[in-house]
């Protein structure tokens, strides 16, 4: 719970606001620390001192890490309260409109943090879909949900040759592909989000080993980053058709699951030979973004995920890694990255040079390379999802690569949410959500 003052006597805008937390084990500002790159105040110190203590705020991260969910039976008892200031010095003033945006951004990135938050016991592809069932009713949206047997039905192949199905057919649950889309009268502009919603991440019959597979509950972050940046968006008055797809399964061990040398048919038509079980988020993406071009029809794709671990040995733990065939695209991301904290940076787009890693003898490619690569593995990864589509008409394609970033801590951060809601702000009623506010 929080309470804002606002104070114009100096000239600028002064806004006060006091945030009071229940938390004893672990400071707790989910209300008002993801909204605070937003707002410019990204110059934090190392610590900040409360009437309990202090608190320290390691990295940029962790001002976007602190999740409401919690199933620990202790109960706080203890209050803290914390005093956050925030001055505008421009001549543009924050508007109501603002303020009520910045609250749509805040329960964004904790929506998406309780998501990603949950264990796959608790948030398996059946909640996913109804978490997006949800936000479409609060939106009055009508979803488009496939799953099964109808991805294959629907021209998604089937059990054996289809992406997504093909990763998602060895878990209890089906796999899901859902779509919802906002188009308002009058939109000249159209974007689709694509998500990445692996629920959890054995690595398939590639298995990973017992230290390395703890953690991957969060391999479906950016299916709930791209949901809820959907969300706050339409919410904020979005004035463009936009689309979220969530291409949603688990990657689960059975004698059902993907195995090294099966040959699959993505969406796109293309013979895909699997060569690493643990490389199948780009295979669930490569439907979503090919359902994007060529079903939507729409003019920006973006997709985010956490495509790779490599992603850390790119960009590092502060930045995601951005890929795209548009450098006026990738110029706003980095922009967009800056106005909200979450910051990126870019890959090299050459697939000239580096498709060549994934020739196949038997197929038209294989998912992964596995020995010496021309390519670094994250843009290899991100390289693959591109060539599901056809990109010489102008369609503008941007990956986001947030492998290492969607956890800090063992919490979700929310990352993406920002980045995105500020990357296309511009078409909201809110100034701020862009961060034009602060330019």
Same mark, same amino acid.
């Given at each position: 719970?929080?309470?804002?003052?606002?104070?114009?006597?100096?000239?600028?805008?002064? =806004? &006060?606001?006091?945030?009071?937390?229940?938390?004893? /084990? #672990?400071?707790?500002?989910?209300?008002?620390?993801?909204?605070?790159?937003?707002?410019?105040?990204? @110059?934090?110190?190392?610590?900040? *001192? &409360?009437?309990?203590?202090?608190?320290?705020?390691?990295?940029?991260?962790?001002?976007?890490? !602190?999740?409401?969910?919690?199933?620990?039976?202790?109960?706080?008892?203890?209050?803290?309260?914390? #005093?956050?200031?925030?001055?505008?010095? $421009?001549?543009?003033?924050?508007?109501?409109?603002?303020?009520?945006?910045?609250? #749509?951004? +805040?329960?964004?990135?904790?929506?998406?943090?309780?998501?990603?938050?949950?264990?796959?016991?608790?948030?398996?592809?059946?909640?996913? =879909? *109804?978490?997006?069932?949800?936000?479409?009713?609060?939106?009055?949206?009508?979803?488009?949900?496939? #799953?099964?047997?109808?991805?294959?039905?629907?021209?998604?192949?089937?059990?054996?040759?289809?992406?997504?199905?093909?990763?998602?057919?060895?878990?209890?649950?089906?796999?899901?592909?859902?779509?919802?889309?906002?188009?308002?009268?009058?939109?000249?502009?159209?974007?689709?989000? +694509?998500?990445?919603?692996?629920?959890?991440?054995?690595?398939?019959?590639?298995?990973?080993?017992?230290?390395?597979?703890?953690?991957?509950?969060?391999?479906?972050?950016?299916? @709930?980053?791209?949901?809820?940046? !959907?969300?706050?968006?339409?919410?904020?008055?979005?004035?463009?058709?936009?689309?979220?797809?969530?291409?949603?399964?688990?990657?689960?061990?059975?004698?059902?699951?993907?195995?090294?040398?099966?040959?699959?048919?993505?969406?796109?038509?293309?013979?895909?030979?699997?060569?690493?079980? /643990?490389?199948?988020?780009?295979?669930?993406?490569?439907?979503?973004?090919?359902?994007?071009?060529?079903?939507?029809?729409?003019?920006?794709?973006?997709?985010?995920?956490?495509?790779? +671990?490599?992603?850390?040995?790119?960009?590092?733990?502060?930045?995601?890694?951005?890929?795209?065939?548009?450098?006026?695209?990738?110029?706003?991301?980095?922009?967009?990255?800056?106005?909200?904290?979450?910051?990126?940076?870019?890959?090299?787009?050459?697939? $000239?040079?580096?498709?060549?890693?994934?020739?196949?003898?038997?197929? /038209?490619? *294989?998912?992964?390379?596995?020995?010496?690569?021309?390519?670094?593995?994250?843009?290899?990864?991100?390289?693959?999802?591109?060539?599901?589509? $056809?990109?010489?008409?102008?369609?503008?394609?941007?990956?986001?690569?947030?492998?290492?970033?969607?956890?800090? /801590?063992?919490?979700?951060?929310?990352?993406?949410?920002?980045?995105?809601?500020?990357?296309?702000?511009?078409?909201?009623?809110?100034?701020?959500?862009?961060?034009?506010?602060?330019?």
């Amino acid at each position: 719970m929080f309470s804002s003052a606002l104070d114009r006597s100096n000239g600028s805008e002064d =806004v &006060t606001m006091t945030w009071t937390s229940s938390s004893t /084990d #672990r400071f707790l500002l989910p209300d008002m620390l993801p909204i605070m790159p937003i707002v410019g105040a990204q @110059a934090w110190s190392d610590n900040m *001192k &409360t009437s309990k203590g202090l608190i320290n705020i390691r990295r940029q991260q962790d001002a976007l890490c !602190f999740s409401q969910y919690s199933l620990k039976t202790a109960k706080y008892s203890a209050l803290t309260t914390v #005093r956050v200031e925030c001055h505008f010095v $421009d001549d543009e003033k924050v508007s109501a409109a603002d303020w009520t945006a910045l609250g #749509r951004l +805040v329960h964004g990135v904790q929506s998406a943090q309780w998501i990603v938050d949950r264990p796959a016991n608790l948030m398996n592809v059946d909640d996913m =879909v *109804k978490a997006a069932a949800s936000v479409a009713k609060a939106l009055s949206i009508d979803p488009v949900i496939i #799953r099964g047997e109808q991805l294959r039905d629907l021209g998604f192949g089937g059990i054996y040759n289809v992406g997504i199905y093909n990763v998602g057919k060895a878990a209890l649950q089906p796999p899901a592909f859902i779509c919802l889309s906002h188009a308002p009268k009058g939109a000249t502009k159209s974007f689709a989000l +694509v998500g990445k919603g692996i629920m959890f991440d054995t690595g398939g019959l590639t298995i990973k080993g017992k230290e390395a597979m703890p953690g991957w509950k969060c391999d479906m972050a950016g299916a @709930a980053v791209a949901l809820h940046s !959907f969300a706050t968006l339409v919410a904020s008055g979005f004035t463009e058709e936009l689309h979220v797809l969530l291409c949603c399964a688990e990657n689960a061990v059975s004698p059902e699951a993907n195995k090294p040398d099966d040959i699959i048919t993505l969406l796109s038509g293309q013979t895909v030979e699997i060569n690493n079980t /643990d490389a199948e988020g780009r295979l669930v993406l490569a439907d979503g973004v090919y359902y994007a071009k060529n079903m939507l029809k729409v003019s920006t794709i973006i997709d985010i995920a956490t495509l790779t +671990v490599a992603q850390c040995s790119v960009t590092g733990r502060y930045h995601a890694a951005i890929m795209s065939n548009s450098e006026e695209l990738e110029r706003k991301a980095l922009r967009a990255g800056l106005a909200s904290g979450d910051l990126c940076h870019p890959m090299q787009y050459v697939p $000239d040079l580096h498709m060549s890693d994934y020739a196949s003898a038997v197929a /038209d490619m *294989k998912n992964a390379q596995l020995g010496a690569m021309m390519a670094a593995p994250s843009e290899l990864a991100g390289l693959f999802i591109a060539a599901q589509i $056809d990109l010489k008409d102008g369609t503008e394609w941007l990956h986001v690569d947030m492998g290492t970033l969607a956890m800090a /801590d063992d919490r979700a951060t929310g990352y993406g949410v920002p980045l995105l809601v500020s990357l296309l702000g511009e078409f909201t009623n809110a100034l701020i959500l862009s961060g034009r506010c602060t330019d």
